[in-house]
C-alpha cells in the first residue's frame, strides 16, 4: 500500500529544492541533474515548474538557479505555528528523564520573562512554579540567563522595571552586585540561582536564542540542596548549557525570530 501511494515525481521535486537549498549561490542545470540523479530534460521541467510557481528563480544570463524569498517564507511561516514552548517541549522532556530534576523554560517578553512551560520531577521533595510566573531577571535563574545576553539598551529598560526585591538574604539587591552576576553569567554562558529566591533551591539556567542570535528566552532545571552534590552541580550546569544550545539549533533551524 506504502509503494501504491509513493509519488516519484514529488521526491525528485523536493530533491531539487534540497540541492538548492545547500548551495549559498544558486547552481546550474547540469549540477543540479548530476546531484539528483534525474536527466537534463527532467531536471528542466521541474525547475520549470518551481519558477512558474515563485519558488525558484533564474535572475542571471549564466542560467544559475536558486531558491527565492517565497521558499523561505514557508519555514518562516511554520515556525510562527510552531513557537519557543513547541520546539523545545521534547528537549525539556529529555532533560528532565534524564536528571529526574524540575525544568522550566522561561520567554523574553518586551519588559519581562515569563515562566511558560514546567516539567517536574518524581521527587516527592521539589519546588513549584507555574506557568505565568513572572521571572526576576536580579533572582532567578531563568532571568538572568537572558537579562546577561541583552544589549545595553535592552538591559537597561528591564533593569528600569526592575525593583531588586530581596527574597532571602542571598538575593542581590544592589546593581552594582547584580551587574557583575551578569557580567559572570554572560562569559560562563550559563546562570545560577542559589538559594537567591527560595531558601534550600538550587537552580542552573541557560539562554536560547533565535535564528537571528537574539536571546529570546531560557532553560533551567532545579533541586533542593539537600540532594545537591559538587559533582550533582556539575552534571546540572554541562546538561542545561547543552539543552539551551539545542533548542537554539532548532530554533535557527526552522528560521524562528522572536
Given at each position: 500500500?506504502?509503494a501504491?501511494?509513493?509519488?516519484?515525481?514529488?521526491?525528485?521535486?523536493?530533491?531539487?529544492?534540497?540541492?538548492?537549498?545547500?548551495?549559498?549561490?544558486?547552481?546550474?542545470?547540469?549540477?543540479i541533474?548530476?546531484?539528483?540523479?534525474?536527466v537534463?530534460?527532467?531536471?528542466?521541467?521541474?525547475?520549470?515548474?518551481?519558477k512558474?510557481?515563485?519558488?525558484?528563480?533564474?535572475p542571471?544570463?549564466?542560467?544559475?538557479?536558486r531558491?527565492?524569498l517565497?521558499?523561505?517564507s514557508l519555514?518562516?511561516?511554520?515556525?510562527?505555528?510552531?513557537?519557543?514552548?513547541?520546539?523545545?517541549?521534547?528537549?525539556?522532556?529529555?532533560?528532565?528523564?534524564?536528571?529526574d530534576?524540575?525544568?522550566?523554560?522561561a520567554?523574553?517578553?518586551?519588559?519581562?520573562?515569563?515562566?511558560?512551560?514546567?516539567?517536574?520531577?518524581?521527587?516527592?521533595?521539589?519546588?513549584?512554579?507555574h506557568?505565568?510566573?513572572?521571572c526576576?531577571?536580579h533572582?532567578?535563574?531563568?532571568?538572568?540567563?537572558?537579562?546577561?545576553?541583552?544589549?545595553?539598551?535592552?538591559?537597561?529598560?528591564?533593569?528600569?522595571?526592575?525593583?531588586?526585591?530581596r527574597?532571602?538574604?542571598?538575593?542581590?539587591?544592589?546593581?552594582?552586585?547584580?551587574?557583575?552576576?551578569?557580567?559572570?553569567?554572560?562569559?560562563?554562558?550559563?546562570?545560577?540561582?542559589?538559594?537567591?529566591?527560595v531558601?534550600?533551591?538550587?537552580?542552573?539556567g541557560?539562554?536560547?536564542?533565535?535564528?537571528?542570535?537574539?536571546?529570546?528566552?531560557?532553560?533551567?532545571?532545579?533541586?533542593?540542596t539537600?540532594?545537591?552534590?559538587?559533582?550533582?552541580?556539575k552534571?546540572?550546569?554541562?546538561?542545561?548549557?547543552?539543552?539551551?544550545?539545542?533548542?537554539?539549533?532548532?530554533?535557527?533551524?526552522i528560521?524562528?525570530?522572536h
Amino acid at each position: 500500500m506504502a509503494a501504491k501511494n509513493h509519488i516519484e515525481l514529488v521526491v525528485k521535486t523536493l530533491a531539487v529544492l534540497e540541492a538548492l537549498a545547500n548551495s549559498e549561490y544558486g547552481k546550474p542545470l547540469k549540477e543540479i541533474a548530476k546531484e539528483v540523479g534525474l536527466v537534463k530534460s527532467s531536471a528542466f521541467r521541474i525547475l520549470f515548474t518551481l519558477k512558474e510557481a515563485g519558488y525558484v528563480e533564474q535572475p542571471e544570463t549564466n542560467g544559475i538557479y536558486r531558491l527565492t524569498l517565497k521558499t523561505a517564507s514557508l519555514s518562516r511561516r511554520n515556525a510562527k505555528r510552531l513557537g519557543l514552548a513547541t520546539v523545545a517541549r521534547p528537549h525539556l522532556i529529555a532533560l528532565r528523564e534524564t536528571l529526574d530534576e524540575s525544568v522550566a523554560l522561561a520567554e523574553r517578553l518586551l519588559e519581562s520573562v515569563i515562566l511558560i512551560d514546567v516539567l517536574e520531577t518524581s521527587h516527592p521533595l521539589r519546588l513549584t512554579f507555574h506557568i505565568g510566573d513572572d521571572c526576576p531577571i536580579h533572582a532567578t535563574a531563568l532571568g538572568k540567563a537572558v537579562a546577561a545576553f541583552l544589549s545595553p539598551k535592552e538591559l537597561a529598560v528591564f533593569l528600569k522595571q526592575s525593583k531588586l526585591a530581596r527574597y532571602t538574604e542571598h538575593t542581590y539587591t544592589k546593581m552594582r552586585d547584580l551587574k557583575l552576576d551578569l557580567e559572570r553569567t554572560h562569559k560562563a554562558g550559563y546562570s545560577l540561582n542559589d538559594e537567591e529566591t527560595v531558601a534550600g533551591a538550587f537552580i542552573v539556567g541557560a539562554p536560547i536564542f533565535d535564528a537571528q542570535s537574539s536571546v529570546c528566552g531560557s532553560v533551567s532545571v532545579n533541586i533542593p540542596t539537600a540532594r545537591c552534590s559538587a559533582a550533582r552541580k556539575k552534571l546540572l550546569i554541562a546538561s542545561v548549557i547543552d539543552v539551551g544550545r539545542r533548542i537554539s539549533d532548532d530554533l535557527a533551524g526552522i528560521g524562528f525570530v522572536h
